[in-house]
């Protein structure tokens, strides 16, 4: 079984910064893709943004240039830095990775999410 575990989530004013971590454990032969989602309330979840095992990133529209997504692949974490936050980023934000474990299944597993809130 594979768990992942978040942190950094908060309180933030606009155009401030945050960074959010998930870190992964587990029966843990490789983790690809990794992610980040997000849900406002009253929102459908959506994909903020990728990072494969070899560096690829890629973003939904509205964060681009604000968020970036970097990982460290010896400790199975991942981040999320966001700058200049904007009150519509306001969500529960949850990371996602696909894993294989060491008996050979592939599977996608969630964070449990964590809290963050622009505002002034």
């Known amino acids: 079984q594979v768990q992942l575990v978040e942190s950094g989530g908060g309180l933030v004013q606009p155009g401030g910064s945050l960074r959010l971590s998930c870190a992964a454990s587990?029966?843990?032969?490789?983790?690809?893709?990794m992610g980040w989602y997000r849900q406002a309330p009253g929102k459908e979840r959506e994909l903020v943004g990728t990072?494969?095992?070899?560096?690829?990133?890629n973003y939904v529209d509205s964060v681009k240039g604000r968020f970036t997504i970097s990982k460290d692949s010896a400790k199975n974490t991942w981040y999320l830095q966001m700058n200049n936050l904007k009150p519509e980023d306001t969500a529960v934000y949850y990371c996602?990775?696909?894993?294989?474990?060491?008996?050979?299944?592939?599977?996608?597993?969630w964070g449990q999410g964590t809290q963050v809130t622009v505002s002034s």
């Open positions: 587990g029966n843990i032969l490789g983790i690809n893709p």
């Open positions: 990072i494969t095992s070899v560096g690829y990133t």
């Open positions: 996602n990775a696909g894993a294989r474990t060491r008996r050979g299944s592939y599977d996608y597993y």
